[in-house]
């Protein structure tokens, strides 16, 4: 009878933490983040270095049916264009771990931008002036090319509470007058939540964006 009674339970509390956890996720959302920035009241000083980032390409592999949840993946109802794939950052799952809709970024980011723009306030964290225009290339200017290898964020069900992880991995070439210096920059971020609410992603997303740039001003000369 004890055993009858402790398996209803932990049925019963498997359900509710699944309705509890995965909230609205059938449908494709969209999100907003924030570059990471520092505040200082001071201007940092100048460390007489000039840097043009002259590209930041997307290179994630996306999968149909992967076998991690880790792995770039779309809902296959809807439209999987490159301009979708370039703002993809997350794919939503029920309790059971089954890939539900996709999590966005807003129209008026993509991964791309969203790295490029945290890349340029660590650079000028660190000193360096960031030019924009091409025309103010010098030979004495740094140049980076920056490659995307992952930017993904994906939830792992747990008993009475699930994980949401997200993973960052950049190379960064930067080069002046034919010298390259090749910077591979890898984080993750995880955490603990009761719901899988797209603003709980954000939240692991933000972390491991300011992880990133953390990373960027510490490995870059």
């Known amino acids: 009878m004890k055993k009858i009674v402790l398996r209803s339970f932990l049925t019963l509390a498997f359900a509710t933490s699944t309705l509890l956890f995965t909230g609205c996720a059938t449908k494709r959302g969209e999100v907003a983040l924030?570059?990471?920035?520092t505040t200082k009241a001071e201007v940092v000083p100048s460390n007489g270095k000039q840097v043009y980032i002259n590209s930041v390409v997307d290179k994630r592999v996306f999968e149909i049916k992967p076998p991690e949840p880790s792995i770039p993946s779309l809902d296959p109802s809807e439209p999987q264009s490159d301009a979708i794939k370039a703002r993809a950052v997350g794919r939503k799952r029920n309790g059971y771990g089954m890939a539900l809709g996709d999590i966005l970024l807003n129209e008026n980011q993509s991964v791309s931008s969203v790295i490029k723009d945290s890349l340029k306030e660590a650079l000028m964290d660190k000193g360096y002036q960031v030019i924009e225009n091409k025309e103010q290339v010098t030979p004495q200017t740094y140049i980076a090319d920056v490659k995307i290898l992952k930017f993904w964020s994906w939830m792992n069900m747990g008993?009475?509470?699930?994980s949401i992880s997200c993973e960052i991995e950049t190379t960064v070439d930067l080069k002046k007058e034919?010298?390259?210096e090749i910077y591979s920059l890898h984080v993750k971020a995880a955490d603990s939540f009761q719901t899988g609410m797209e603003s709980n992603y954000i939240e692991v997303m933000q972390k491991a964006l300011k992880e990133y740039s953390a990373q960027a001003k510490t490995e870059i000369k």
């Open 178 to 180: 034919g010298t390259p």
């Open 34 to 37: 924030q570059v990471p920035a």
């Open 159 to 162: 008993f009475l509470a699930l």
